[in-house]
């Protein structure tokens, strides 16, 4: 027998149109639609991004941690009327998750369970919800799941917290889900030697592409080895030049935090052409600059995938 399709899991919950009150542009997720009666307050939507699903208590907000995943991203923040408690709505998305085939990862109600930070990391930290997204509800009842259903073209992820407001008498209820895929490729080639050099000469400076880190990570991926090739090509025939090796990051997550990653994931491109190119440390000085230099805007995942790059820059 099959698994449920999306379409059933909508259907357990409501199979209502629109909304007028819904904010412009927005719609529901097709995994999973509103809850009968609700509004959609906030939206956000982007075919490639990243995103943190809380998967376990949260004491401290300093020390919060959660599921990092890459994907297709929807953040969709619901206002229902009040005469429908926190823990009615909640139940009809636990029932319609389970008819949907999805499976959870991690739930919780309350502070006791969530922990006494939770609602602030998720509703406050800009590192889930993002700032402005709707309603937010803090010191009453909540109920919190994360669930997950296994498909053939990508996981699907929901994290959902729903909220009871009984000062302002409503039910608001933060949906994040995310569409793990792969990531379209080939929107950047990687640079050959003569194109480099080129820049080099015409700039000074030299933007490469293809130099990959996991997400807050420092490690150069086995993926890099094609721009990394051409970047010992360059140095190895042009054996006079000094070069700065300079790592940009996008404005995601604090500058002070991305000042540091940039940093490591230059001395990273150092060490990987001293060691694998055989490139004196005295022609390479790693530089890191966070967002500060950005080619492109960081509104959109487009200009921020511009903005991660490695560049050299002569000396």
């Known amino acids: 027998m099959k698994v449920a399709s999306l379409a059933i899991v909508a259907a357990t919950l409501t199979a209502s149109p629109a909304w007028a009150e819904d904010v412009e542009g927005s719609r529901d997720h097709p995994a999973l639609t509103r809850f009968e009666g609700a509004e959609i307050r906030a939206y956000e939507h982007k075919d490639y991004d990243e995103a943190l699903m809380p998967d376990r208590p949260v004491a401290r907000e300093s020390e919060a941690k959660g599921l990092t995943l890459e994907g297709k991203l929807t953040r969709i923040a ?4 009040g005469k429908k408690s926190a823990l009615e709505v909640y139940r009809n998305y636990q029932g319609a998750l389970q008819a949907g085939g999805f499976k959870t990862v991690f739930e919780c109600k309350g502070d006791e369970q969530c922990g006494g930070d939770f ?19 803090f010191g009453g009842k909540y109920y919190v799941v994360l669930a997950k259903k296994e498909a053939p073209t990508g996981d699907i992820y929901v994290f959902l917290d729903v909220m009871e407001d009984s000062s302002n008498n409503i039910t608001p209820v933060f949906q994040q889900v995310i569409e793990t895929k792969p990531m379209q490729t080939g929107q950047v080639k990687v640079l050959d030697m003569a194109a480099m050099q080129k820049s080099l000469a015409e700039s000074g400076r030299v933007a490469v592409y293809g130099v990959y880190f996991d997400t807050d990570k420092a490690e150069v991926k086995a993926e890099s080895k094609a721009a990394l090739d051409e970047m010992g090509k360059l140095l190895n025939a042009n054996p006079k030049l000094k070069v700065y090796v300079v790592g940009h990051t996008d404005n995601q997550g604090t500058l002070a935090g991305n000042l540091e990653l940039s940093q490591k994931r230059a001395d990273a491109v150092v060490k990987a052409l001293e060691a694998g190119y055989k490139i ?36």
Not at 78 to 81: G, K, L, M, T
Not at 302 to 307: D, E, S, V
């Open 280 to 315: 004196p440390a005295a022609r390479l000085s790693a530089r890191g600059v966070a967002s500060l230099a950005p080619v492109a805007a960081n509104d959109a995942e487009a200009g921020r995938a511009k903005n991660r790059r490695v560049e050299l820059v002569a000396q």
């Open 78 to 81: 619901y206002r229902i009327d």
């Open 119 to 137: 609602q602030s990391f998720v509703l406050n930290s800009g590192k889930v919800s993002q700032p402005g997204q709707g309603d937010a509800a």
